[in-house]
């Protein structure tokens, strides 16, 4: 908004209840605050007790934030097919998707997504709930929005203690599957590019 | 300094302990629910008292017995209990117990839409209730407000003792943002002023103190009289004491100067919000800022009494005020009585549980300004 350019980051997270958006979101900004970024979380979930569409919202950015909702977010985590279909339409043109591979449909593919097999590593893990926790470490590995060591830092204070390392594992696991991703991202004039691990704080 | 990241409902419950609050009643409802689970886990480790009642009927009904005895009370919920409890809200004012009520709003009317956000309970926070009496009402447009209003409205209870509404919303009750780490006096009761230990009788009226003593307490549903007792036949003294009570909360500067500006030294048209809905203002207004235009945001955080003479002042500098709330059109009323034609008041609300974005607050303003704007030097914005 301001005068001058000011890093901003966009992050919509989406699933359905019981996947642990919330906690994701949760983590994510925490692990933000950590490194000295501005940030907000919000989130929204509908009536029901469990599943349905929830998403949550972490802005970042070096200067105060005035507004918390995203419109048009620059990334998308998404770890549901509901949640894709409901949460995953507004993104600015060229944004970087990170999905859960079985979560988009077969005449969805053809899109330009990043599919991960986010489900299928955390039931082989043993604890699929660290689904969330594994598609944060790839968000992590692949734009470098937040620092490894401040998701570390808040696993181990966020997360119940018998559940620490089954998360940590997740979050290296994910971090492991993001790692080899060279993500098309967005320069601020909107024009596609190739984004190296690091690349996206670099262009915002 | 330390950073923590904090929910909006966490803090409120803060801000309440950090005022004194010492009991807890309530009864369960997104999106409010957080701020009695922190109430649950911290207050009877620190010596207070939690109860999760039957209803929210219940629950103020004992927030104001709790009263009574000296506590600090406070309650949370949201539209569909804020409705139940407009009873004894009214039954609170009538018998000057000062107490807190937090309202985090979601889309109403009945269970509406119980997880989305709204700031549809601004009438009712003032109205709500039977019968004329004073009201007190702020909001939060970020989480340390939360904590701030609600600390607050403890203060301001127990100096005009009558119930204390803070009006939150979905979206600021359940954010999250980084706040100091807040730190809560050590736990331990702490009377009100009014109890019969620490100050004589209330104010100009020597209503019964609350707050244990020996001597027999008469508390009545009935207009009371100057001696606290039920008034019969007319109801002069009544009407004295409820007529006193409003003018000091009308004149009291703490609630006046509830206002904040931004931009609004040279600004030619001005939006006026509050809650969730002044950081889209704000944003809006930045935005606009940015790009040349002459725009201003006034964000309240007092919602009653309404801060009338910063409107008044406001409204005597702008070429216009656009006022933003997530209703159809609440607090635009009052503020167009204060206002009395001397600026164009317009409106721009909705109440389908989706913000009003920034987008939408800034091509109003421009609308609103553009014309102007342009008379002056040729830009075209409208």
Redesign the interface.
């Known amino acids: ?3 001058g350019p000011v890093r901003l980051t966009r992050i919509r997270l989406t699933g359905r209840g019981g996947q642990g958006i919330m906690l994701a979101g ?1 983590i994510l ?2 692990a933000a ?1 950590r490194d000295g970024r ?10 029901e007790a469990r599943l349905g569409a929830t998403k949550a919202e972490v802005i970042l950015s070096d200067a105060p934030i ?4 995203v ?1 048009q977010a620059d990334i998308l985590v998404c770890l549901s097919r509901d949640g894709f279909l409901k949460y995953g339409g507004r993104i600015v043109p060229g944004g970087l998707r990170l999905v859960e591979e079985t979560s988009v449909s077969e005449e969805a593919l053809d899109r330009d997504l990043c599919r991960f097999p986010w489900r299928e590593r955390a039931r082989h893990l043993g604890l699929e709930l660290t689904m969330n926790v594994m598609a944060i470490g790839t968000l992590q590995a692949v734009t470098g929005v937040v620092s490894e060591e401040s998701l570390e830092a808040v696993i181990r204070e966020r997360v119940k203690a018998a559940y620490v390392e089954a998360n940590l594992t997740a979050l290296r696991e994910g971090e492991r599957l993001g790692s080899g991703v060279r993500a098309p991202v967005v320069s601020p004039e909107g024009k596609r590019r190739e984004g190296s691990r690091h690349g996206f704080n670099d262009l915002q | 300094m330390a950073l923590r990241m904090t929910m909006g409902n966490e803090a409120a419950a803060m801000g309440a302990l950090a005022a004194g609050c010492d009991f807890f009643a309530g009864y369960p409802i997104t999106p409010a629910t957080e701020i009695l689970e922190e109430m649950g886990r911290r207050l009877p480790a620190r010596g207070g008292v939690f109860l999760q009642m039957e209803d929210e009927l219940a629950a103020m009904a004992a927030v104001i017995g709790a009263a009574w005895g000296g506590a600090r009370a406070m309650t949370a919920t949201s539209g569909p209990g804020f409705s139940l409890m407009q009873e004894h809200i009214g039954y609170a004012a009538l018998t000057q117990t000062p107490c807190v009520v937090v309202d985090a709003q979601r889309g109403g009317p009945s269970t509406g839409l119980p997880t989305l956000p709204a700031q549809g309970d601004v009438m009712q926070a003032r109205f709500g209730a039977h019968g004329d009496r004073p009201a007190i009402v702020l909001t939060a447009s970020s989480v340390w407000e939360a904590y701030a209003a609600t600390r607050q409205a403890f203060a301001l209870a127990e100096r005009h003792r009558t119930p204390v509404v803070v009006l939150l919303d979905a979206v600021i009750a359940h954010m999250r943002e980084p706040v100091e780490i807040f730190d809560l006096p050590p736990p331990g009761r702490a009377p009100w002023p009014g109890s019969r230990t620490t100050k004589p009788p209330f104010g100009r009226h020597p209503f019964a103190p609350f707050g244990g003593g020996r001597d027999p307490i008469v508390v009545t549903g009935l207009s009371h009289g100057e001696d606290g007792l039920p008034t019969t036949g007319s109801g002069q003294a009544a009407e004295r004491i409820l007529k006193d009570s409003i003018t000091a909360i009308a004149h009291d500067p703490e609630l006046a100067s509830g206002v904040e500006g931004f931009y609004l030294d040279d600004a030619r048209w001005a939006v006026v919000a509050y809650g969730i809905t002044a950081r889209a203002a704000q944003a809006a207004v930045e935005s606009l800022r940015a790009a040349g235009v002459p725009v201003g945001l006034l964000k309240l955080h007092v919602l009653w009494p309404l801060p009338e003479a910063a409107l008044i002042h406001l409204a005597d500098r702008v070429d216009g005020i656009l006022v933003a709330e997530l209703n159809l059109g609440q607090l635009v009323m009052p503020i167009r009585a204060a206002v009395a034609g001397r600026t164009p008041v317009e409106f721009v609300g909705r109440a389908d549980g989706l913000l009003l974005a920034p987008e939408e607050i800034g091509a109003r303003l421009r609308t609103g300004s553009g014309s102007v704007v342009t008379e002056q030097g040729g830009r075209r914005d409208a």
């Open positions: 908004m301001g005068a949760a900004a925490d605050m501005h940030v907000t979380e919000t989130q929204e979930y509908g009536p005035a507004f918390p909702e419109g």
